[in-house]
């Protein structure tokens, strides 16, 4: 089994192939993979998900963990705080190109606000990629002073080549970067 592939979930891909000579039950320690697995793949649903995804996976439910409780704890669990600053975030959405490009501004006053940890929170994205019609969606985060995080997701566009162009990467359909600036310069606009 290759420990490196650009189609895998990166990185729980490189830890997983690690456990498979263990032949005791690793419950607990598996569990950080694992979710980190079911969070690299949107629980499944994206384009990394491939047959030997999904055998990897059949093999870690081999040392007894429990998906249910995992993707519930990973996906539909979240404190009050973060749902109303989810809702905050939501209004503040913008959109572009008849709706195939979407953004979002969310700036640590927003975060403070809710008492929400900007380092904590990279769900707002899949909030946003939700629209019908996005094509691209971007979330911009500042994080502390003068930094702002981008986040992109595509269906199809290279967004990764869009990232690199900030110093950031990632792959394709999901990438990052972290730029120097404020959000109310105009790095919103640049892009």
């Known amino acids: 089994m290759s420990m490196?592939?650009?189609r895998r979930p990166q990185p729980a891909s490189l830890s997983i192939g690690c456990f498979g000579s263990y032949p005791f039950r690793l419950h607990r320690r598996l569990q950080p993979f694992i979710r980190r697995y079911l969070g690299d793949t949107?629980?499944?649903r994206h384009a990394n998900t491939t047959s030997e995804v999904l055998a990897i996976a059949a093999e870690l439910l081999s040392f007894g963990l429990e998906p249910a409780v995992l993707a519930g704890e990973i996906f539909s669990s979240h404190p009050l705080n973060y749902l109303r600053f989810l809702g905050h975030s939501l209004?503040?959405?913008?959109t572009a190109l008849d709706e195939r490009l979407v953004w979002v501004s969310v700036s640590l006053a927003d975060y403070g606000q809710f008492g929400v940890d900007p380092d904590?929170?990279?769900?707002l994205i899949d909030h946003i990629r939700s629209v019908d019609t996005a094509e691209i969606a971007i979330v911009f985060r500042e994080t502390s002073a003068g930094e702002i995080r981008i986040g992109f997701r595509a269906k199809e566009a290279d967004v990764g080549a869009l990232a690199r162009?900030?110093?950031g990467g990632g792959h394709r359909l999901a990438s990052g970067a972290t730029v120097a600036g404020d959000l109310g310069g105009k790095l919103p606009k640049r892009l």
């Open 120 to 123: 904590r929170h990279d769900y």
């Open 165 to 167: 162009r900030f110093g």
């Open 91 to 94: 209004n503040k959405l913008k």
């Open 4 to 6: 490196w592939t650009t």
């Open 42 to 44: 949107g629980g499944f």
